[in-house]
């Protein structure tokens, strides 16, 4: 007789309210899996998913279905949470925007503490016209980093655009800032590219949020492609 199937423990919060036109992402996506308090891997799929926009009303009901990698041992599980969704209110803040952004450049230091060499790249940073939540603002996959490069082809030059995963993010509410820490100093040598996406603030940044950095990493600025 076959044995039965074992069933995962899915973890998944009933997210805070949003307002009327975020979309979701990972605020209200955030469901894990477990089987004995030990991480099960598998794939999660939510229902609405990712990006979608819910209208206005209480307790919007979200599934999500994760189905495990190991299909021999385990079987699907799924799970439901609620969520409210606000109006929009005419006397709404107004929207965020990134209002400045720089190359950062900091001195290694010696055994004493003390600076030594030449100043290398170090990271970015983007100051926001208004406080956000610091744990979106330092959630790394609101950020995407590449370098990037030119080819010559029959059509004329193209710019491919090269990953970079290795970067941490920190936010400082006094300034309203979020700086991204590069793993690998001195990087960029032929130029790169910095997007902001909208979950940063939870779906409302607007205005410029893709930025140029130039060779070297010696300046940053709005993308002009």
Not at 132 to 157: E, H, P
Not at 158 to 168: D, K, Y
Request: hydrophobic share 40%.
């Amino acid at each position: 007789m076959r044995q039965a199937l074992c069933a995962a423990s899915v973890a998944w919060a009933a997210p805070a309210s949003i307002i009327a036109g975020t979309a979701l992402g990972a605020g209200q996506l955030d469901a894990s899996a477990s089987f004995n308090g030990a991480p099960l891997a598998g794939v999660l799929t939510y229902s609405p998913a990712a990006g979608s926009i819910l209208p206005v009303g209480s307790a919007q009901i979200l599934t999500v279905t994760f189905t495990p990698a190991e299909s021999t041992d385990y079987r699907p599980v799924t799970s439901s949470v609620t969520i409210d969704v606000l109006p929009q209110t005419t006397t709404s803040t107004p929207p965020v925007t990134i209002v400045g952004e720089v190359p950062v450049f900091r001195r290694k230091l010696n055994r004493r503490g003390k600076p030594v060499g030449r100043p290398v790249l170090t990271g970015f940073t983007m100051q926001f016209s208004a406080s956000i939540g610091a744990s979106s603002a330092m959630t790394t996959s609101n950020y995407v980093l590449d370098t990037v490069t030119s080819k010559r082809t029959k059509r004329g030059v193209s710019r491919i655009l090269h990953p970079v995963n290795g970067f941490s993010v920190t936010y400082e509410p006094a300034s309203d800032s979020a700086t991204i820490d590069v793993v690998r100093p001195n990087a960029f040598r032929t130029g790169g590219q910095l997007t902001v996406l909208p979950g940063v603030d939870g779906g409302g940044l607007v205005g410029t949020t893709v930025f140029s950095i130039a060779r070297g990493g010696r300046s940053l600025g709005p993308s002009r492609a």
